[in-house]
């Protein structure tokens, strides 16, 4: 069965941190893995990663993704409190094209 | 287009009634998902349509739930009979296929709650 594997369940940070959540991946037929933030309700599109080793940027935001080790990670530097929020990693199968999430990593950052 | 669209916002029902919630997707995306999500989980797939072919349903979906895409437009989702473990975050998302990779976007949700 296809499966999606976040750690750490949760964080909590200071403001100027830099964190590194972790995405796994088990998925049939893989074709993409993305990252979203989701602060209250709709999560919302952060990164969308198809080849290994190719980093995505935006802002303080980085993804990567490892293909051969089946894995992604999402750091965030020089946090902010506006950060705070559930960071969601999906897969996307090419077998499907169904979305299967993890469980999220829940980002607390203190002023 | 002001991206996608559930309603109601919110929802509370007695067990034992019937919920529908309706989601209006990005107007030329074909491929239309339904999710469930509780609290410290991340979303669970329900079902998805392309167009309006209903392509997948959860094995973890019981017969209560339904969902409707009559047109490949906006989609329905019904639960019978809702009881107090229905009770959770139900997500919408819509995205456009033939586009290569591309993503899911998410509409703000329908919280239901079962008492």
């Known amino acids: 069965e296809d499966k999606v594997v976040q750690s750490p369940l949760s964080l909590v940070v200071h403001e100027g941190d830099t964190v590194t959540l972790n995405c796994s991946y088990e998925?049939?037929?893989?074709?993409?893995l993305l990252w979203y933030k989701q602060e209250k309700k709709a999560p919302t599109f952060l990164f969308m990663l198809?080849?290994?080793?190719i980093e995505k940027k935006s802002g303080r935001l980085s993804s990567i993704l490892d293909k051969k080790e089946l894995f992604s990670i999402l750091n965030i530097t020089a946090t902010q409190t506006g950060d705070s929020a559930i960071y969601l990693c999906a897969v996307l199968s090419s077998g499907t094209y169904k979305y299967i999430f993890g469980t999220g990593t829940r980002l607390k950052v203190l002023a | 287009d002001t991206g996608v669209s559930q309603n109601p916002r919110h929802k509370i029902t007695k067990r034992g009634q019937n919920v529908t919630f309706r989601c209006d997707p990005i107007s030329e995306h074909n491929r239309l998902y339904w999710y469930r999500q509780t609290l410290g989980q991340g979303p669970e797939f329900l079902t998805y349509f392309q167009n309006e072919a209903q392509l997948e349903k959860s094995r973890l979906l019981s017969d209560r739930f339904s969902a409707e895409r009559p047109k490949g437009s906006f989609s329905t989702l019904e639960i019978q009979r809702t009881e107090q473990g229905d009770s959770a975050m139900y997500l919408c998302a819509s995205s456009y296929l033939d586009r290569g990779d591309t993503e899911a976007f998410f509409g703000q949700g329908t919280r239901l709650t079962v008492v």
């Open positions: 998925v049939t037929n893989f074709r993409s």
């Open positions: 198809t080849s290994s080793g």
